[in-house]
Nanobody, 116 residues
């Protein structure tokens, strides 16, 4: 499974961005997916997850009410809609997928910079 993130960039505080994560390869084997982020000098942290069969979602407290994770299985793509962005949201955002055997796959990340 190969994962490619896109959609990052520079945005002012209060603005919005939509990240995408396109899966290729054995995308049909993917079970859960999620977004993580890592700010400079900090550990990678979970942002949001989405799991089948009902596309159950979960969010870090810091992004609840501002971020929305979704998934288009027909396009093998996951999204993260980010609204009301804050300077503390600045980080490299990574896509992660777990297949049914429990193997994890990571993308290379997309950089989000929020200017205050």
């Amino acid at each position: 499974v190969q994962l490619v993130e896109s959609g990052g960039g520079l945005v002012q505080a209060g603005g919005s961005l939509r990240l995408s994560c396109a899966a290729a390869g054995r995308a049909f084997s993917i079970d859960a997916m999620g977004w993580f982020r890592q700010a400079p000098g900090k550990q990678r942290e979970l942002v949001a997850t989405i799991t089948p069969p009902g596309s159950n979602t979960a969010y870090a407290d810091s992004v609840k009410g501002r971020f929305t994770i979704s998934r288009d299985n027909a396009k093998n793509t996951m999204y993260l809609q980010m609204n009301s962005l804050k300077s503390e949201d600045t980080a490299m955002y990574y896509c992660k997928a777990r297949d049914r055997s429990g193997t994890d796959y990571w993308g290379k990340g997309t950089l989000v910079t929020v200017s205050s």
